[in-house]
């Protein structure tokens, strides 16, 4: 049972270690990024009246990646929701490739602008966006 408990958490871990900023990406370039680097992710289909967004899961749900999409079906921003045990992980991969911003945030700096990273905790997982920086 041990075995099985570590595996899953090794996993997670792989898994959530790879969360993209894809801001500035339309529909089409995410769903061809996700189909060539993140095969592990199942496309949902959603509707919405209120907002667009891509939205991808892997098998055991235990992550889910959300792309929120402007009226030209470009991302504005990503949301990863991952398992809270994989937190420790995130925050010293966040700490190595951007800088520090506050607790459990970080800016981004690609092409220009400032993106905004930050981890908040929920009840049973944490909550990862990426947006611009105001």
Same mark, same amino acid.
């Given at each position: 049972?041990?075995?099985?408990?570590?595996?899953?958490?090794?996993?997670?871990?792989?898994?959530?270690?790879?969360?993209?900023?894809?801001?500035?990406?339309?529909? !089409?370039?995410?769903?061809?990024?996700?189909?060539?680097?993140?095969?592990?992710?199942?496309?949902?289909?959603?509707?919405?009246?209120?907002?667009?967004?891509?939205?991808?899961?892997?098998?055991?749900?235990?992550?889910?990646?959300?792309?929120?999409?402007?009226?030209?079906?470009?991302?504005?921003?990503?949301?990863?929701?991952?398992?809270?045990? #994989? !937190?420790?992980?995130?925050?010293?991969?966040?700490?190595?490739?951007?800088?520090?911003? +506050?607790?459990?945030?970080?800016?981004?700096?690609?092409? +220009? !602008?400032?993106?905004?990273?930050?981890? #908040?905790?929920?009840?049973?997982?944490?909550?990862?966006?990426?947006?611009?920086?105001?």
């Amino acid at each position: 049972m041990k075995i099985i408990t570590l595996f899953a958490i090794l996993i997670q871990t792989g898994i959530c270690a790879y969360g993209q900023n894809l801001i500035g990406y339309n529909d !089409k370039e995410i769903r061809k990024y996700m189909k060539e680097n993140r095969a592990e992710m199942n496309f949902n289909k959603v509707t919405n009246s209120k907002f667009k967004y891509l939205k991808y899961s892997d098998n055991s749900d235990s992550q889910t990646m959300l792309f929120f999409l402007d009226r030209d079906s470009v991302c504005k921003s990503v949301r990863l929701i991952c398992d809270l045990s #994989v !937190k420790a992980d995130k925050v010293k991969e966040f700490n190595s490739i951007y800088k520090t911003s +506050g607790e459990n945030r970080w800016i981004d700096k690609r092409e +220009g !602008k400032d993106y905004m990273v930050e981890i #908040v905790d929920g009840k049973w997982s944490c909550i990862i966006t990426i947006e611009h920086d105001k």
